[in-house]
């Protein structure tokens, strides 16, 4: 996601993470909810959307509570060692770190390799949906009588096999990478 497109959506999602009940409200240990923000990677400004939900019952948040444990859970959530199987499992990081150029290298590599793994999906989907218009098209060639309109269909299932090799050599390209091997001889 771009930060641009993050910053558009950032609101709407803090607005549907603090949609609290009263009930909540009244009941809510704010240190806890703080903890869980916080090892969730989310802003400090989440407790705005809590305020603004309780303050329409007329109940405060605790706010100090609710710093104290976000701190704490912020903690866990930067520990740079788990900061690759975040990026890896596709989440998003909104800059919370405070040192966070370790972080954001392992946060970084996980997610290339997510972003990776996803394209490849998307290719082998896409590669399963050509094949079968191939085949579809090779049906309607062999059932078609109208000579127009079977070359027609010729014209389209070599436009498809084209596309299909070029998402396959993509598809080959992503999995199977070119290596290049450095030799060093001596200083």
Request: charge should be neutral; glycine fraction near 8%; include cysteine.
């Amino acid at each position: 996601m771009s930060p641009r497109m993050l910053l558009l959506t950032l609101p709407l999602l803090l607005a549907g993470c603090s949609s609290l009940s009263e009930e909540e409200c009244r009941a809510m240990s704010w240190y806890n909810q703080g903890y869980q923000d916080g090892a969730e990677g989310k802003t400090r400004t989440a407790s705005s959307g809590y305020s603004k939900t309780c303050g329409e019952y007329g109940l405060k948040v605790d706010e100090a509570e609710w710093q104290r444990g976000y701190a704490k859970g912020l903690e866990l959530y930067c520990i740079p060692e788990l900061a690759y199987s975040k990026g890896r499992e596709g989440n998003e990081y909104l800059g919370v770190c405070p040192n966070d150029t370790t972080f954001l290298t392992q946060f970084e590599r996980g997610r290339k390799e997510f972003l990776v793994a996803q394209r490849l999906s998307e290719l082998q989907q896409e590669l399963e949906r050509t094949e079968r218009d191939i085949y579809q098209l090779d049906q309607q060639i062999r059932n078609e009588n109208d000579s127009k309109q079977r070359d027609y269909y010729r014209a389209q299932r070599e436009r498809a096999i084209r596309h299909y090799e070029g998402a396959r050599r993509e598809y080959n390209r992503i999995r199977f990478p070119d290596r290049v091997i450095q030799f060093s001889f001596g200083s």
